[in-house]
């Protein structure tokens, strides 16, 4: 393995973890992937090597235990790592905000301390839209300011944010990419691979999909009474497999030595405000099913609307997001019939 090919992905069992394993080895690079399969299934690390006809070096591994962590450093050759392993329930942190501290920053800062000291260089961090808040501009650019965070979840996505930022500023061989996701959805068009929710699903797609497939028996909009087009939220859907190629387009412009910053902040959407309604009807149009909904009151916590200004990503990384809403959700339905056996 050529350690500048060889990426490091923690939490690669996971939704947007297995999805990026695949186009980082269409891309040629290699891939370890550690998890801990707390949220997540060791059968997704199979999808891949089913997507993409290789063997995946994969190791059952909490990025919180740093005996283990070391031990993967100490194996493996790789000058990239992609940090996608941590909690992500906006609510569950509400009720749980110390797990949320321990697990998502004591993980980070493992990463991080490991980088150093075993001198690797680049390390890419899933960050997320969620740190802008309630902007006072829209759509949002990387320098639209951060907002106080309202969740547990939010802060561990700012704080590490800034540890990232401080210690590529102290270390001089660190070098960083913050990618901030918008809303992730739909799977990969093989369907071997897509979000596989425990319990009830916190986000809209999955609950749509599992209404369609009738184990819930009607979707919630939370809200119609916005200030928006269509009173529903106003949210910036971003393609799984294209937030998978951004990251491809971070670790190319890493390994090439192509930044401009030592640390470096991407949002990752498509730069398209598409409300809960419209989310709702075009799933029904592209796979020709009527879903049940309710207007129900709003969810405490929820911006009106949030989507990204994507120029920085398009300029810098000469990314851009591909596949079409009627594309993404036919996807998100085909992975949930699959699942299901439909
Ligand atoms: N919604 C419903 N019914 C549901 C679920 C969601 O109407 O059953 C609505 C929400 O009110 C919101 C929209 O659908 O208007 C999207 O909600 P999601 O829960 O899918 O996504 P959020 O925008 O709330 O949150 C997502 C991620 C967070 C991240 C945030 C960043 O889940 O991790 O984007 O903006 F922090």
């Given at each position: 393995m050529d350690s500048n090919k060889t990426v490091l992905i923690s939490g690669g069992a996971g939704y947007i973890g297995s999805h990026t394993a695949v186009e980082l080895i269409n891309a040629g690079y290699d891939v370890v992937i550690i998890d801990n399969l707390s949220n997540s299934d060791a059968a997704a690390v199979e999808g891949v090597e089913k997507i993409t006809g290789r063997k995946i070096p994969f190791e059952i591994v909490d990025t919180c235990d740093p005996v283990a962590l070391k031990g993967v450093f100490e194996k493996y050759e790789f000058e990239t790592v992609i940090h996608f392993a941590a909690y992500k329930a906006v609510g569950e942190s509400m009720d749980k905000p110390l797990m949320y501290y321990q697990n998502n920053l004591v993980s980070f800062m493992n990463i991080v301390e490991m980088m150093m000291q075993f001198n690797r260089r680049n390390i890419l961090f899933s960050s997320s839209a969620t740190v802008y808040g309630e902007a006072e501009t829209l759509p949002v650019t990387e320098s639209t300011p951060r907002q106080p965070a309202t969740s547990p979840y939010g802060n561990t996505k700012q704080i590490a944010e800034d540890i990232l930022r401080d210690c590529c500023r102290a270390c001089a061989g660190l070098h960083g990419i913050a990618l901030r996701y918008f809303n992730p959805i739909g799977a990969h068009p093989s369907a071997l691979i897509g979000e596989l929710p425990r319990g009830v699903p916190n986000n809209l797609v999955p609950f749509v999909t599992q209404t369609a497939a009738g184990i819930r028996e009607c979707l919630s909009?939370?809200?119609?009474?916005?200030?928006t087009p269509d009173g529903t939220c106003l949210r910036d859907y971003i393609d799984v497999v294209d937030l998978a190629k951004a990251h491809v387009a971070a670790v190319n412009r890493m390994t090439d030595d192509k930044?401009?910053?030592k640390y470096e902040i991407f949002n990752v959407g498509t730069g398209n405000p598409v409300s809960v309604l419209e989310l709702i009807t075009t799933f029904e149009r592209v796979n020709d099913l009527k879903l049940p909904y309710k207007i129900t009151p709003r969810r405490p916590g929820d911006v009106p609307a949030v989507w990204a200004d994507t120029t920085l990503a398009n300029e810098e990384l000469g990314w851009k997001a591909e596949r079409s809403l009627d594309d993404t959700l036919r996807s998100a339905w085909k992975w949930e019939k699959h699942v299901r056996g439909l």
């Open positions: 909009v939370f809200g119609d009474d916005y200030d930044m401009k910053e």
